[in-house]
T-cell receptor, first 117, second 113 residues
Framework: GAVVSQHPSWVICKSGTSVKIECRSL??????MFWYRQFPKQSLMLMAT?????????EQGVEKDKFLINHASLTLSTLTVTSAHPEDSSFYIC?????????????FGPGTRLTVL | QQQVKQSPQSLIVQKGGISIINCAYE??????FPWYQQFPGKGPALLIA?????SEKKEGRFTISFNKSAKQFSLHIMDSQPGDSATYFC????????????FGGGTRVLVKP
């Protein structure tokens, strides 16, 4: 199957700092990627849709100025958590459909565990 | 508004038994229904998926049953093994909405040896 990677796999930061998480599609191009957040023992909640070459689309209730998304190439999307606070501590997961607009199969990255002290 | 409701929240089954997880949806525009398996600290992995023009799909020990009129679909895990112990999520999406996945709440399955 298609491979999606994330980096870093875990990060610990101090409150008030910014953290960047990378999502890469390794063997296919992805014009669209999705970012999710998952709290312990809960389901995945879609945060935003990352679109290559254009602005991201955010879900209701997600602060676009706090969660900056950049989709600079067909294989890379980044999520930057700005001025992170302890309540932002969560498991962040990205996904990418193998072929945008054709079929729905999505491949998920391994996730990034963010802990804000 | 939770568009995909999943039950049960947790499930304990003996090795060799059948695990059954159910999901119900509200949005009739959904046209793709995948099931994902997630182990602790890992991203979800696609198990099996179905489209609404098919009532059943089987892949190995995993079977999806789909009831379009009832707006329900279920996952059956046959001959459950301890390695199947994980959290399972149903999801739904529609191409018209950019293939965004809406997830169910998840079911934690424990298979006892």
């Amino acid at each position: 199957g298609a491979v999606v990677s994330q980096h870093p796999s875990w990060v610990i930061c101090k409150s008030g700092t910014s953290v960047k998480i990378e999502c890469r599609s390794l063997d296919f191009q992805a014009t669209t990627m999705f970012w999710y957040r998952q709290f312990p023992k809960q389901s995945l909640m879609l945060m935003a849709t990352s679109n290559e070459g254009s602005k991201a689309t955010y879900e209701q209730g997600v602060e676009k100025d706090k969660f900056l998304i950049n989709h600079a190439s067909l294989t890379l999307s980044t999520l930057t958590v700005t001025s992170a606070h302890p309540e932002d501590s969560s498991f962040y997961i990205c996904s990418a459909p193998r072929r945008a607009g054709e079929g729905n199969e999505q491949f998920f990255g391994p996730g990034t565990r963010l802990t804000v002290l | 508004q939770q568009q995909v409701k999943q039950s049960p929240q947790s499930l304990i089954v003996q090795k060799g038994g059948i695990s059954i997880i159910n999901c119900a949806y509200e949005n009739t525009a959904f046209d793709y229904f995948p099931w994902y398996q997630q182990f602790p600290g890992k991203g979800p992995a696609l198990l099996i998926a179905i489209r609404p023009d098919v009532s059943e799909k089987k892949e190995g020990r995993f079977t999806i049953s789909f009831n379009k009129s009832a707006k329900q679909f279920s996952l059956h895990i046959m001959d459950s093994q301890p390695g199947d112990s994980a959290t399972y999520f149903c999801a739904a999406s529609t191409q018209a909405a950019g293939n965004k996945l809406t997830f169910g709440g998840g079911t934690r399955v424990l298979v006892k040896p």
